[in-house]
């Protein structure tokens, strides 16, 4: 019998230090009403101190309380990360030790794909009937490789974690996943540093960013859908990436999907990377938009570029 990678869990954390755009207006050359209109943002979430595992401790925490599992019962972690708080240990490894759990833990690196990538990795541990449980985290400490300096990129990116709990199931889940990426885009989009002692900070092409992103998302939604034999009127929820809200609307419109049924974050949670969809996810669950039995369709796209989508029956 098929097994399927069923979510069962949810959970998110935000540090909570709120930086608005008129905050970023003091120091920035910006305007709030720039901000809003061509991105979509109004504030974002900062870390003080906490680190990237704090972060994804608390978001774990919280999707094992919904999925009613105990750390023990956890097969595989997979944490999706752009900012590992250390070169090694994988931060995943260190937060398998303070969740309590004794499974194998790794970290992944696809920026804001991180998740989309890690949760087509828990499908196939699931689906090939290696593992039952599978945390899949994504945690970002973004602020720490921003340039404050750069308005270009400084008003875009943010901090926070969200988790999913995944569990194998014979009825229902993941139906697809599909992976992308082309290594030839790094001057587009990445971190400046030179060699493993220097952090570096983020530069971005935004516009070719923009350009690109709108292609190959519109371009991948299209390809889920007939790849699953579907059309945009069978899913209930697009939970995107959340870069930028006019990216966002570009690609429900190609698809023919109203914006009443794409979750929305960007205004209150910015670009945090690899954890936009899993923040945007559980903030649909607990208001109670997403309920069981939803189609949902979670794409992204970051620096790489890599990108890819997930459709799971919820
Ligand atoms: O998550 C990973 C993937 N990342 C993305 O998907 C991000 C994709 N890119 C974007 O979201 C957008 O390109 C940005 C929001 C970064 C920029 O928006 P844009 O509409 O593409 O603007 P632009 O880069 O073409 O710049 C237009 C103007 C420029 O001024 P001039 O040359 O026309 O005088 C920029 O210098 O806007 C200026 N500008 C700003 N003005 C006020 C750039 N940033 C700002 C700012 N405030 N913060």
């Not at 504030?43 to 750390?71: F, G, H, Q, W, Y």
């Not at 999913?164 to 996943?177: M, P, Q, R, Y």
């Not at 971005?204 to 007939?226: C, H, P, Q, W």
């Not at 939803?294 to 890599?306: A, K, R, T």
Request: negative net charge.
């Amino acid at each position: 019998m098929k097994r399927f990678a069923r979510i069962i869990g949810t959970g998110s954390y935000l540090p909570s230090k709120i930086v608005t755009n008129l905050d970023l207006e003091k120091t920035l050359d910006t305007t709030d009403e720039w901000i809003t209109a061509r991105t979509g943002i109004k504030e974002r979430r900062i870390v003080t101190d906490e680190s990237t595992c704090d972060l994804a401790l608390e978001a774990s925490k919280n999707a094992l309380e919904m999925a009613e599992i105990s750390p023990s019962k956890i097969d595989l972690i997979i944490l999706a990360t752009t900012t590992p708080d250390k070169i090694f240990p994988a931060t995943a490894t260190m937060l398998q030790d303070r969740l309590g759990a004794s499974c194998p833990a790794f970290d992944l690196q696809a920026v804001c794909a991180g998740f989309v990538f890690a949760l087509s990795t828990a499908q196939q541990y699931i689906e090939n009937g290696s593992f039952k449980n599978i945390l899949v985290v994504g945690s970002e400490t973004m602020s720490k490789i921003v340039d404050w300096n750069d308005r270009s990129t400084a008003i875009l990116f943010a901090d926070g974690a969200g988790a999913v709990l995944i569990s194998s199931d014979n009825a229902t889940g993941i139906k697809h996943s599909k992976l992308y990426s082309d290594g030839s885009f790094l001057s587009s989009l990445h971190v400046n540093n030179n060699g493993i002692n220097d952090l570096g900070t983020i530069e971005m092409l935004g516009n070719e960013v923009f350009k690109i992103a709108v292609n190959r998302l519109s371009d991948l939604a299209e390809e889920t859908l007939k790849d699953c034999n579907m059309t945009s009127d069978e899913i209930t929820w697009m939970v995107p990436h959340q870069a930028n809200i006019r990216i966002i609307k570009a690609v429900a419109k190609r698809i023919n999907l109203p914006m009443s049924k794409v979750i929305q974050t960007l205004d209150t949670h910015g670009n945090t990377s690899a954890a936009s969809i899993p923040l945007a996810l559980d903030v649909g669950v607990r208001d109670g938009r997403i309920k069981k039995g939803d189609m949902l369709l979670f794409e992204g796209i970051g620096g790489g570029f890599s990108w890819g989508s997930v459709l799971v029956e919820y």
